[in-house]
């Protein structure tokens, strides 16, 4: 783990205290606790998990994985736009990606807390749920 991904790790941690960071096919963050803020999505609390992209900062990150498979509470149907599943990641269990990025908005700085950061990266996700299925 670089020193720049180690200190994003910590800012993540400051929000959400039990991620992790797995040393695999270039490194992926998990999240096993991630409650989905906005309603008509079931269950209410997923894991998450992304990829940290090669060149990270200067790349920024690409999709994220959500587990269990998200499902529009309504009718149980599956989300269908921007969405996979099953979608498989280096990590246990049945993952569904949501295509997503941050790529108009990411400015990284010289410092994580100066710029785009993984932590802003996760909060995103909140926009992501906010547009529905």
Avoid at 5 to 31: C, K, N, Q, T
Avoid at 93 to 112: I, N, R, V, Y
Avoid at 117 to 127: E, G, M, Y
Wanted: hydrophobic share 35%; glycine share 10%.
């Amino acid at each position: 783990m670089t020193e720049r991904i180690a200190r994003e790790m910590e800012l993540l941690r400051s929000v959400f205290p039990d991620a992790e960071y797995h040393e695999v096919e270039g490194g992926w963050i998990r999240i096993p606790r991630y409650t989905v803020q906005h309603g008509g999505w079931a269950p209410g609390v997923v894991e998450v998990c992304f990829q940290v992209p090669a060149g990270y900062p200067g790349n920024a990150p690409y999709a994220f994985w959500v587990s269990p498979p998200l499902r529009l509470a309504a009718d149980n149907r599956a989300p269908v736009n921007n969405y996979q599943e099953p979608s498989p990641t280096p990590l246990p269990g049945t993952w569904a990606k949501f295509s997503w990025s941050h790529l108009d908005s990411w400015q990284p700085g010289p410092e994580p807390e100066s710029g785009s950061n993984f932590l802003n990266f996760v909060l995103s996700f909140r926009d992501r749920f906010g547009e529905g299925p």
